[in-house]
C-alpha cells in the first residue's frame, strides 16, 4: 500500500462522503454556472443528499479577483477544514463553468470507492499563443491534462486523452478539482495553509499557477492527481471571432470530404439536409443524385440552388449511385477524399461531418456511422454488423448516415451492382471484417433519421428485397443463416 494510501485510510470515513462545493468568483457567476449549481443541488436533495446535513448546506463562496485567487482557494480550503468537520471531500468549481446534474457525485463515487486524493473533471482552456490582424489574439484551445516535463521543469498541455476512464496526470486546473480532506491535511501539517500558494522549482524561473502549485506540492508529498474524462465539464469564455478561427471551424476533418446523396423528389427533406451542411461545413463537396424526381418544385430548385453538384440518376438503384459518388469523387480528389454517404431523410447533429468523419481519422476504422440512437460517450464504438432498425443502443453500422475511408476505398471496393436497393451496408461490413478491419459508430456524430424509409429513393418494397437478399449470400455464402 502506497503511503498516501495509508495515510486516507487513517482519516476517511466509510460510505458516502459529505461533499463542501467551493467556488471562487470576481462578484459575479455566469448564468451556466448558476443553473449547473442549482441543478445539482436539486440532484442531491433528491438523491444521497451528500451536500445537505442539519443546518448547513456544503457550499463555500469566496469572492476573489485575478490577482487573489491563490488566496481565495487557501481560504476556502481553511474554511471547509475548519467549518465542515463532517465533510471529507471539498470540490473547486470555477464560476465560469457548467456541469452535469450528476457531476459532483459522479467524481465523488469515485473518490469514495477508490480512496483517491485528488480527481479533476475533464476541462478545457484556451491559451495566448500569438496575434491576428487587427490585434485580435490568437488563442490555442487544449484540455487541461498536464504532464511533468522534467527536462523542461515544468508541466505540458496534452492534446490528447483517452475518453471515459480515468487517467493519472502531473496536474489539472483547478476549475473542477475535487480534493479528499485527508490529503488537504496531510499537505497542512507538512508545509501550513499554502495549499494553492505559487511555487518555483529548480530551474524553471518562473512559479506556477496556484492549481498547478497545488498539484505539484501535492505530488511532492506522494498524492496523485487524477482527471475522469467521462465528466465532461464545459468553460464560458469570450471569444474574439477571426476569418482564421471561422474557416478553422468549418475545415473537413480530413484532406477531402465528398458527400453523397441520393434523392427523389421529397424537397423538404432533402432542403433540410443541405441546410444542417451548409451551416456547419466540415466538407470538399456535396453531390446530389437526382433518381429521376418528377415533382416540378424539386426540379427547379435542383436546377437553382448552387450548395451541391446534381447528377441525373434516373432509373439507377441505390448502390450504383452510391458508386457514382465513390467514383466522381475519386476524379476530383486523386483517390484522397473520405466519401459521406447520407440519406436525404437525416438531421444532422452539430458538426456533423467534422465529427463523423474527424472520429474516423481518430481510429483506424474503415467505415463509420453517426450516432443515431443517442449512446453516450465520446469516441469510437466498435460494433458488429448494420442498424438493422435497431435504435436501442444494440444497432451497428448504419447505412442511412455513414463514411468511407479513403484508405479503404483505394483497395477498390464497390457496392454490388446485383443487389439494386438493400443490403449494401450489410456487403459493406461482412468486407471489411474479411480484409481484418473494423468499423464504428462515432458517438459525438449526432444524427437523427426522420423518415427511416428506404422508399425516400423511390426504391421497390417486397420483390427488390428478396431479390437483393440472395444476392448478398450469393457473394456470402457463409452467412446464409441454415434452413
Known amino acids: 500500500m502506497a503511503d498516501w494510501q495509508q495515510r486516507l485510510a487513517e482519516v476517511n470515513r466509510p460510505g458516502k462522503s459529505k461533499v463542501v462545493i467551493a467556488h471562487l468568483h470576481p462578484g459575479e457567476v455566469s448564468t451556466i454556472f448558476e443553473e449547473s449549481l442549482v441543478n445539482t443541488l436539486n440532484f442531491d436533495l433528491a438523491h444521497d443528499q451528500r451536500l445537505y446535513r442539519p443546518g448547513q448546506l456544503g457550499l463555500l463562496s469566496i469572492q476573489a479577483g485575478a490577482g487573489s485567487i491563490a488566496r481565495g482557494r487557501n481560504q476556502a480550503v481553511a474554511g471547509f477544514l475548519e467549518g465542515h468537520p463532517g465533510a471529507d471531500l471539498l470540490v473547486f468549481i470555477d464560476s465560469d463553468m457548467g456541469w452535469d446534474a450528476d ?241 436525404n431523410d437525416l438531421r444532422a447533429g452539430p458538426r456533423f461531418l467534422r465529427r463523423l468523419v474527424g472520429g474516423m481519422r481518430s481510429s483506424d476504422a474503415m467505415a463509420v456511422s453517426g450516432n443515431y440512437d443517442g449512446r453516450p460517450g465520446v469516441g469510437v464504438q466498435q460494433v458488429h454488423g448494420i442498424c438493422a432498425g435497431r435504435y436501442d443502443g444494440t444497432g451497428g453500422l448504419a447505412g442511412f448516415a455513414f463514411a468511407l475511408r479513403a484508405e479503404w476505398l483505394a483497395t477498390g471496393y464497390r457496392f454490388p451492382t446485383e443487389a439494386k436497393w438493400y443490403f449494401g451496408d450489410n456487403d459493406l461490413c461482412a468486407s471489411i471484417e474479411a480484409a481484418g478491419g473494423w468499423y464504428g459508430v462515432v458517438l459525438d456524430a ?38
Not at 484551445?141 to 523542461?152: A, R, S
Not at 449470400?473 to 441454415?482: G, I, K, T, V, Y
Open 103 to 343: 457531476a459532483v457525485h459522479r467524481l465523488a463515487d469515485q473518490m469514495d470507492d477508490n480512496g483517491w486524493p485528488i480527481l479533476g473533471g475533464l476541462c478545457f482552456t484556451h491559451a495566448l499563443v500569438g496575434r491576428f490582424e487587427g490585434h485580435a489574439p490568437a488563442e490555442e484551445m487544449h484540455p487541461t491534462l498536464y504532464l511533468w516535463d522534467d527536462e523542461q521543469k515544468g508541466f505540458e498541455p496534452q492534446f490528447s486523452y483517452p475518453p471515459d476512464t480515468v487517467v493519472t496526470v502531473g496536474a489539472t486546473g483547478g476549475a473542477f478539482l475535487m480534493i479528499s480532506r485527508a490529503c488537504l491535511e496531510a499537505l497542512r501539517d507538512a508545509e501550513g495553509d499554502e495549499w494553492f500558494s505559487p511555487i518555483m522549482v529548480e530551474g524553471n524561473p518562473r512559479p506556477f499557477g496556484e492549481d498547478m502549485s497545488f498539484c505539484a506540492r501535492a505530488r511532492s508529498h506522494g498524492f496523485p492527481t487524477r482527471v475522469d474524462t467521462g465528466t465532461r465539464i464545459v468553460h464560458h469564455k469570450s471569444q474574439w471571432i477571426t476569418e482564421d478561427e471561422y474557416v478553422h471551424s468549418r475545415r473537413p476533418a480530413s484532406s477531402a470530404v465528398t458527400v453523397v446523396i441520393p434523392m427523389k423528389d421529397r424537397l423538404e427533406l432533402t432542403q433540410r439536409l443541405i441546410g444542417d451542411l451548409r451551416g456547419q461545413g466540415g466538407y470538399t463537396d456535396i453531390l446530389i443524385f437526382d433518381n429521376g424526381s418528377e415533382d416540378p418544385a424539386t426540379r427547379a430548385w435542383l436546377e437553382s440552388q448552387n450548395v451541391a453538384d446534381v447528377f441525373d440518376a434516373s432509373g439507377l438503384g441505390i448502390h450504383e449511385m452510391w458508386n457514382a459518388g465513390l467514383d466522381e469523387a475519386a476524379r476530383r480528389h486523386r483517390g484522397l477524399a473520405d466519401v459521406v454517404l447520407l440519406n
Open 446 to 483: 449526432l444524427v437523427e433519421h426522420v423518415d427511416g424509409g428506404s422508399n425516400t429513393f423511390g426504391s421497390p418494397v417486397g420483390p427488390s428485397f428478396d431479390a437483393d437478399r440472395e444476392a448478398f449470400f450469393e457473394r456470402w455464402p457463409d452467412l446464409r443463416p441454415a434452413a
